[in-house]
């Protein structure tokens, strides 16, 4: 069996308001009985509050936050310990941080749909591909009047050229991340 509320609120020099408060968000936890473990309570109030609002600040625990969402654990990737409210704060404001830098670079244009990116590509390429087979058919007569020899059989020479070219380019996979 702990203290009242009223009493450990006189303990911690607060009102009972702030120490309700305190209970609602979680930040410290009464006993069964609705009483509070003083020296309990005092190292949960001081593990889950705000830094002081006067003088000193006390410092920030580091947490990392992975750059992507690449993994399950998404952002709260915190330590297995429990977090402390200022630890959830800070990682909150870096996701906050790294939202709005993504939304700002999409604003400005430096971003792409990688969907649509792809698709653009690809249909560059077959333009591309679709150029060099239409190629021997529109040079090939050109090429033997100038060589002296069959139009026919310089098509036929060159289209197997060209594919054979497109054939090895084909086999080519780019990668991208």
């Known amino acids: 069996m702990g203290i009242s509320i009223r009493a450990y609120a006189r303990h911690r020099g607060v009102t009972d308001t702030a120490v309700h408060k305190a209970i609602r968000a979680g930040r410290i936890t009464p006993e069964v009985d609705g009483t509070l473990d003083a020296d309990r309570a005092d190292r949960e109030w001081a593990r889950n509050s705000d830094a002081p609002k006067t003088g000193t600040r006390a410092?920030?625990?580091k947490v990392v936050v992975p750059e992507s969402g690449g993994g399950s654990d998404g952002p709260a990737a915190l330590p297995a310990g429990g977090t402390s409210l200022l630890?959830?704060?800070?990682v909150n404001e870096?996701?906050?941080a790294q939202t709005n830098k993504v939304r700002l670079a999409r604003l400005k244009g430096e971003l792409v749909d990688r969907p649509q990116a792809i698709a653009h590509v690809f249909k560059l390429a077959r333009s591309e591909r679709d150029a060099w087979l239409n190629w021997p058919a529109r040079i090939s007569a050109q090429m033997a009047a100038k060589l002296g020899v069959d139009p026919h059989t310089m098509?036929?020479?060159l289209e197997a050229a060209v594919r054979e070219h497109l054939q090895e380019l084909g086999e080519m996979r780019p990668r991208v991340d």
């Open 155 to 157: 098509h036929v020479v």
């Open 94 to 96: 870096v996701v906050k």
């Open 87 to 90: 630890q959830a704060r800070t």
């Open 59 to 61: 410092k920030a625990a």
